[in-house]
């Protein structure tokens, strides 16, 4: 195969390695540091790349480097930890630093070789160093705290940086990532759309064979596009449900059945069981059990579908790889739980399926991407993102059919206004937007007349990937025009506030 394995030693940013690898259009798949041998080789990588990782290489329990990855032959990048791992597998010295770097540093390139070329300001993240290279290295540039902030060794193809270029805050470090994996590894960048329609047709039809399949639809990209491409893999197998839960944004299931039976061709069967979702919702007031208690309610109701339409054996789900990262699959990642998404730990265990996931190792633009290959319609492909819970996770505190509907109205409003000014849409300035409805109120005054109603927070980012994100930066005229039109048009919130946090600390939604 023509891949790359990074391997995660429990960095946050180790996905977007993976990401930033694949932006070159080469294919990487992410490994658990100590993940088995044949499950690593089993894609036959042409390189590995090692990620950081908060650990110090002395400590009791630390990841390690596996024997047959030193052994294979294949070129090694250590990216942080990946670095100190590197160099105390090969008899070199790794010491606590006195100044530890974090944030923004200024390195000095020793020598002039190719994999560093334009870098001078980078993001270092370390409070260990490298203080003496293993045989065979030399230093390929230093900064103020670390002698050596690269190295190389030429002959095995082995290179380290301490600092991380897969962040943006390391400007031109997608370059260096490009050199190893190209130029080093001699991996052909054919990981396109194109490629990735035709290698998830065949894994599809390896999987579903000639059976009859379900496909989950929300109304968000993730699961049109994951339908799109099962139906290209197996037409008329395939049968779209769409649940109105009551938990849906302003007109969104006429515009879906719309475009799945129009525009995809596909046949879909439209539920309305709003009823049963508030009557389930009824007093939860944890966001945990709310997942959950939607997840199962989806997955029942689909069962008793499936019986209608002669047990399909297969359900789709959109699936992608931000969704398993933040859920903390077991079988890819080391990463921290943060919490349980729909698509992936709010199942019931005893589901009847088996599922279908052909995006669940895409980050949300290479899903836009093979959803534009794929013939969608730019307003399917570029719809804002939509999590599977829907209203659920963004109505705090007790879901219910009146503040559903609250919250729908808001969320009108800001999507009317960003839509107007640029904001959204293809090219559009800001990555998602919504509006959360909070379970506090507080006084105001409306015509003379006192009030005690709900907050709503405006919730607007920009991200290249999902991974991380940062709070839009919106005119304040714009806001004020948005705030004015809730508090005037929608009954019940009398107050509207702008979330100005980051991902991390914070996540995308609120629940």
Not at 137 to 145: C, D, I, N
Not at 377 to 390: A, K, M
Request: with cysteine.
């Amino acid at each position: 195969m023509n891949s790359i394995a990074i391997l995660d030693f429990g960095s946050q940013y180790a996905q977007i390695i993976a990401r930033r690898v694949r932006e070159v259009n080469v294919y990487c798949e992410l490994f658990p540091w100590d993940a088995p041998q044949e499950k690593i080789l089993s894609i036959q990588p042409k390189g590995f790349i090692l990620s950081g990782g908060p650990k110090s290489v002395y400590e009791k329990d630390a990841p390690y480097i596996q024997k047959f990855i030193l052994e294979s032959g294949l070129p090694i990048l250590g990216i942080c930890y990946g670095m100190q791992a590197l160099t105390h597998a090969l008899g070199g010295q790794v010491d606590p630093s006195a100044n530890r770097e974090y944030g923004h540093a200024e390195i000095e390139l020793l020598t002039s070789a190719p994999l560093l070329s334009d870098l001078s300001r980078v993001w270092m993240s370390h409070g260990d160093k490298v203080t003496k290279m293993p045989d065979g290295f030399v230093a390929l540039a230093k900064s103020g705290s670390s002698p050596f902030a690269a190295m190389g060794d030429e002959k095995r193809k082995y290179y380290a940086v301490q600092f991380h270029p897969e962040v943006h805050h390391t400007p031109n470090g997608v370059e260096l990532l490009k050199r190893f994996v190209v130029d080093i590894c001699k991996v052909k960048p054919d990981w396109t759309p194109a490629s990735i329609i035709e290698e998830s047709i065949k894994r599809i039809r390896a999987q579903v064979g000639s059976e009859r399949v379900l496909a989950a639809v929300s109304g968000g990209v993730d699961s049109s596009v994951a339908a799109a491409l099962v139906h290209k893999a197996i037409g008329e197998q395939l049968v779209c449900m769409f649940v109105d839960t009551g938990l849906m944004r302003h007109n969104e299931g006429e515009e879906v059945v719309s475009a799945f039976r129009n525009g995809l061709g596909a046949e879909l069967v439209a539920i309305d069981a709003s009823d049963e979702f508030f009557s389930a919702l009824k007093g939860v007031t944890d966001p945990e059990k709310k997942r959950k208690i939607v997840g199962e309610k989806f997955i029942r109701l689909f069962e008793r579908q499936a019986k209608e339409l002669g047990k399909p054996k297969f359900l789709v789900q959109g699936t992608i790889y931000p969704d398993v990262v933040e859920s903390s699959a077991p079988d890819r990642n080391k990463a921290e739980k943060i919490k349980t998404h729909h698509n992936v730990g709010g199942l019931p265990e005893d589901i009847e399926f088996e599922l279908v996931e052909p995006l669940r190792y895409l980050f949300k633009d290479e899903v836009r991407l093979v959803g534009e290959a794929l013939g969608l319609t730019e307003n399917l492909v570029w719809r804002q993102p939509f999590p599977g819970p829907g209203l659920t996770v963004r109505c705090l505190g007790e879901v219910t059919a009146e503040r559903a509907a609250r919250l729908r109205a808001a969320d009108n409003i800001l999507q009317q206004e960003l839509l107007k000014e640029g904001f959204l849409g293809k090219g559009g300035k800001a990555s998602q937007a919504f509006v959360v409805l909070l379970p506090v109120r507080s006084v105001g005054v409306m015509g003379d007349q006192r009030t005690y109603q709900e907050a709503a927070a405006i919730r607007v980012v920009t991200t290249e990937d999902f991974m991380t994100a940062d709070w839009a930066r919106l005119p304040h005229e714009l806001l004020a025009r948005v705030s004015s039109r809730i508090v005037n048009e929608v009954e019940g919130i009398n107050r509207v506030v702008y979330d100005i946090t980051s991902k991390p600390p914070a996540t995308i939604e609120w629940e």
